[in-house]
């Protein structure tokens, strides 16, 4: 049947990540397959096409360029119109153009995919066995970009001519790897290299045998240079912690395949979707007993972050591992700074770190971490957002003014935000070196000349201290806009779920430690909060802390100092006494008596330290929120029928929250023989009993969202407790899916103040 003569011609414009990622082809194909005449071309952030054809066939194209678009493609929206210009017959993709005032949106890094693992192991293939195989679905994006547009002079490509027969496959967009910038193969290619003593016509082999030996050897990657060792030598992790200066913090390990991974850690449908997905990020799962991992992979915790092979070269090498089928894979650097990405600096920084070194001759323009998420109730929870997701932008809907945001001082990101989008910067680091700081400002020049920001506001946490927060003051100082950082944390959970920004939200912000508008460090806070304001309509009640930020490494002192904000002796029965000197306790309670050096604070990251070292879990930590993983851990191992028999309870008075009562209640349990696994558990629960308490109680209206979020949340038992309590009267509170609930994703919530509020940069003297 044919519907000659009711032809059409219309406009389509279509948003969002679609460069770089094959949208062109797709389009082409998809219009060739409707019989579609027209076009098709980007100006930057946008795809437009124009087409004329029966009205269905464009209806049809209309919906698949949704529902069928290539994998790397993110569709913000789809605009159609009718249109009157004149369309040649067939269907032609035409050159990129670049408006002026517009934005490209950078795709990520995204793990090689099925399609070019299947060539790369096709010995007839002229790919076979090609570490840098790729096309328009996957590969390096952000970290190889110099500058946009993203074409292949504009990344460290360059530096590789395209042989006659890749460049016929670049040039023919019936192919996959039509405009595949970092397309390459055996002749034109990047090509690795071995460093070590090991046969260097073979380097894959070389490194292979390397590891088999028992050898460190640092590997080149997409974002930045591992550290890897077989995960099952623990004298080989041994000496990687030695040399690294890592004590104890959790490794993240690469497996072979799913398969694999399964016989090491309970996975769940939703964690092997995440541990497959494109961004291919470590997931934190619960290890099995006697998996066969060394004990020196993530010490004393049963969670392990395991990572599935993402570049052509972790394929090449499992091939050749024969038995060992998981890796330590650590980021290079030495403790505290951020991922090596240059070649110089791996000379320097990692060879004495390692024993070999297989790299490659393709730059990394910029470092990006590997991503670490959970997941709960089958749900994504972030905790360290970088390779695969970032530079994905989170949408503003009417951002009133371009935002520079400079988040918070540990687990850094800044974001930028412009009228309609706001872009997280991968994760940085702690900002507690040089090097750290000279990412940060490199970074955020990249960020502002990629997305053509000018930034009117910059917004900086408001405690005195932070290095980020200075370095505002010192370059930017007639623009800073000062943000309460527990504010920022639920203005976080209000951007990404798209909240208006003048309607109240009440909100949960639970961390270790952040300046509060008093000048006390604040941090088990409950807020009334729009991107306008916030009201502390709830707080822990304070206690004193001796000797503030020190008392964080070692939990027995806060567990000292809350037993004697419960009015509880330090008899030498409880662990957290036992685990002090006289001396020491002499000390601090002369500090405790007189307030000497001693900082209010209502941290909740604080409480479940105390509880932690009660229960002779951990009194000392070498890296942030270990004590509380512990308590986690031995929360979720809990027997519930014991849990039930008893419950712990804080008293709330007004706007105050007290956890003496609990601290009580957890001494004379400890007293009486409980297990630790079942106090953890009642502890975790009374959290919960308490957030849902205080929801009842100080929630403005019925329709009044609830936001969760700070580091605290990154505990998944909690999290689920709490989702659970509040499902069950009917609620579902709003959580982290995009950005971590730790100080990662600060920046966000800054920006969403920033640009939602009418708030003037104060004049810094
Ligand atoms: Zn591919
Ligand atoms: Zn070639
Ligand atoms: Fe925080």
């Not at 890749?166 to 040039?171: I, L, N, P, Q, T």
């Not at 006697?290 to 395991?306: Q, R, T, W």
């Not at 591992?321 to 650590?330: C, F, G, N």
Request: aromatic residues 6%; contains cysteine.
């Amino acid at each position: 049947m044919t519907t000659a003569g009711v032809r059409r011609a219309e406009r389509i414009i279509v948003t969002g990540v679609v460069q770089g990622v094959g949208f062109r082809p797709f389009v082409y194909r998809l219009a060739n397959e409707l019989d579609l005449d027209g076009v098709v071309g980007n100006d930057s952030s946008r795809v437009f096409i124009a087409v004329a054809g029966i009205p269905d066939r464009i209806s049809e194209l209309v919906d698949r360029l949704v529902t069928d678009a290539p994998p790397l493609a993110i569709i913000e929206r789809v605009e159609r119109e009718p249109t009157t210009e004149t369309i040649e017959p067939g269907f032609r993709i035409v050159d990129s153009r670049r408006a002026a005032g517009e934005r490209t949106l950078v795709a990520p890094d995204t793990a090689v995919c099925d399609d070019c693992v299947s060539e790369m192991r096709d010995p007839t293939d002229r790919r076979y066995e090609h570490p840098f195989i790729t096309c328009t679905n996957c590969g390096p994006r952000f970290t190889i970009i110099r500058e946009l547009p993203y074409d292949r002079p504009n990344t460290t490509m360059v530096d590789f001519d395209m042989c006659a027969a890749c460049a016929d496959e670049y040039g023919d967009p019936a192919n996959r790897r039509y405009h595949a910038q970092p397309i390459g193969c055996h002749d034109c290619g990047p090509r690795v290299s071995f460093i070590g003593s090991g046969p260097a016509d073979d380097p894959i082999g070389a490194t292979a045998a390397e590891l088999r030996a028992g050898h460190i050897v640092t590997i080149k990657g997409i974002g930045g240079f591992h550290l890897a060792c077989d995960a099952r030598d623990s004298d080989a992790i041994a000496r990687l912690r030695g040399r690294k200066n890592r004590p104890d913090k959790p490794l993240a390990i690469m497996v072979r395949d799913v398969a694999a991974a399964r016989r090491l850690a309970v996975i769940s449908d939703a964690e092997a979707a995440q541990l497959t997905s494109p961004a291919r990020p470590v997931v934190l799962l619960r290890a099995r007993p006697d998996n066969g991992l060394s004990g020196l992979v993530a010490p004393g915790n049963p969670l392990v972050g395991i990572m599935l092979p993402y570049t052509p070269v972790h394929h090449l090498l499992f091939d050749r591992l024969d038995a060992i089928d998981a890796l330590v894979m650590t980021s290079g650097n030495t403790s505290g700074e951020p991922i090596v990405h240059r070649d110089d600096d791996a000379a320097d920084v990692l060879a004495p770190l390692c024993d070999a070194m297989l790299t490659h001759d393709r730059a990394i323009h910029a470092p990006c971490d590997d991503s670490v998420v959970r997941v709960v109730r089958d749900v994504l929870l972030p905790v360290r957002r970088a390779r695969g997701y970032a530079p994905i932008p989170v949408p503003i809907v009417d951002g009133a003014r371009t935002v520079l945001a400079t988040g918070g001082e540990l687990k850094n990101t800044f974001c930028v935000g412009s009228a309609d989008h706001a872009w997280v910067s991968p994760h940085l680091g702690d900002m507690e070196n040089l090097e750290t700081l000279r990412l940060f400002e490199e970074t955020i020049a990249r960020f502002e000349r990629f997305y053509d920001v000018d930034p009117e506001v910059v917004a900086i946490d408001a405690h005195p201290g932070y290095l980020t927060s200075g370095w505002a003051r010192s370059h930017r100082s007639d623009r800073v806009v000062e943000v309460q950082h527990h504010h920022a944390h639920v203005a976080a959970v209000m951007a990404e779920h798209e909240l208006d920004p003048h309607q109240p939200v009440l909100g949960f912000a639970f961390d270790g430690t952040g300046y509060g508008s008093d000048g006390t460090i604040w941090g088990g806070e409950v807020l009334v909060a729009t991107a306008d304001g916030f009201e502390r309509v709830g707080h822990l009640a304070p206690i004193q802390l001796p000797g503030g930020d020190a008392a964080v490494r070692h939990p027995y002192r806060v567990a000292l100092a809350h037993l004697a904000a419960a009015d509880v002796g330090w008899a030498d029965d409880l662990a957290p006494v036992a685990a002090a000197t006289d001396v020491e306790r002499n000390l601090l309670r002369r500090q405790l008596d007189t307030g000497f050096a001693c900082v209010p604070t209502t941290s909740m990251g604080r409480l479940f330290d105390a509880v932690a070292s009660m229960l002779d879990l951990r009194h000392h930590i070498t890296y942030e929120a270990q004590a509380a993983i512990d308590l986690e851990i031995a929360a979720a191992g809990a027997h519930l029928a014991a849990v039930r028999s008893t419950t712990y309870g804080f008293d709330v008075d007004g706007a105050r929250i007290d956890g003496a009562p609990v601290l009580r209640a957890i001494v004379a349990d400890v007293r009486s023989g409980a297990d630790a696994a079942v106090v953890a558990r009642r502890f975790h629960e009374a959290v919960a009993d308490v957030v849902l308490g205080v929801v009842e109680r100080l929630r403005p209206g019925p329709d009044v969202p609830i936001v969760l979020s700070g580091g605290v949340f990154q505990n998944a038992l909690l999290t689920d407790l709490c989702i659970e309590r509040l499902a069950a009267t009917g609620i579902t509170p709003l959580t982290h899916h995009i950005v971590p609930p730790n100080d990662g994703g600060l920046a966000l919530g800054q920006v969403f103040i920033a640009t939602h509020s009418n708030r003037r940069p104060t004049q810094e003297t």
